[in-house]
């Protein structure tokens, strides 16, 4: 097991400038309900690649290159897996039917639960991995079946309310059919009810459940010092947000970007199944990595699908 470079003040410091940032974000810039236009999200983008490569380059001179490129090489993959989140919120929010106004606070709140729930997958996976070596292997096999599925089934029809746990949810929590604003809940006759936003952000934190347990045994393959996992995947995600409003509108024409992605999880699948006969170095990882989502996008802005072939909405 890797020693952590993770000192108890850096997770103390982290953290702090992690619910600095989100309290900022919504605090200040977002107070108003509004529809997020292609300038904000382009330079909210900036700001947070920037934070990124800026901490990246902190690890770097601090710890070395092998601990940069192990957190680059983390950023990226989380980063390029982010992109297919985007695919399902797009068409989460067009089944609901989300106003726009209203889609940069539901996606706060669901982020915001997706920082708990991808610190609880790290300290589980970190811990396992120290006791137990055999799970690198559980890990490498799942990533591995994962990035196959994904591959075969990469345009299958999705549904957010086909999820059994949503379903579940729907059935014992009432609702009102409209929205009532950004509120999550609204009182009627002295009763409360769930609106549609609250509906949507929890099809949104169980679709996000989903890709951790994806992203998060990726990065593991990459490196098994927590530190790195958490702030890799952390920066990523607080990203999204302006990355989607960012992509949102022009992400159907990626349509060969699901078959890279799929081909990251194979491959840093088999990097966890062969580690203890064939260690990839940190710089090659990168490098494919970089190749294949890269590539992806490249090949679908050469060669665009028809329109009639785009990603269908559900309505």
Known sequence: METTIGTPWMWVGFLAFVLAMLALDLGVFQRKAHAVSLKE?????????????????????????????????????????????IFVFVLIFGAFGVPEAYQH????????????????????????????????????GFLLLTGLKMLVLRNAAFDPRDNPVFKLFRRFVPAVDSYHGPAFTVVKEGRRYATPLLLVLVAVELTDVIFAVDSVPAIFAVTKDPFIVFTSNIFAILGLRSLYF??????DRFHHLK???????????????????????PFWSLGIIALLVGGSVATSLLW????????????
């Not at 960012?246 to 992400?251: D, I, P, Q, R, T």
């Not at 665009?304 to 309505?315: F, H, S, T």
């Open 41 to 85: 999200a382009g330079l909210w983008s900036a700001v947070w690649v920037s934070l990124a490569l800026a901490f990246n380059g902190l690890i770097w001179q601090s710890f070395g290159a092998e601990r940069g490129v192990e957190f680059l090489t983390g950023y990226l993959i989380e980063k390029a897996l982010s992109i297919d989140n």
């Open 246 to 251: 960012l992509l949102a509108g022009v992400v």
């Open 259 to 281: 078959v890279g992605l799929s081909l990251v999880l194979v491959f840093v699948g088999l990097k966890m199944l062969v580690v203890d006969v064939l260690k990839v170095p």
């Open 304 to 315: 665009p699908k028809a329109v009639d072939d785009r990603l269908p909405e559900i309505g």
């Open 105 to 140: 606070r539901l996606l706060f709140w669901g982020i915001l639960g997706a920082l708990v729930m991808r610190a609880i997958f790290v300290a589980l996976g970190a811990a396992l991995l120290a006791k137990f070596h055999w799970v690198l292997y559980v890990f490498g």
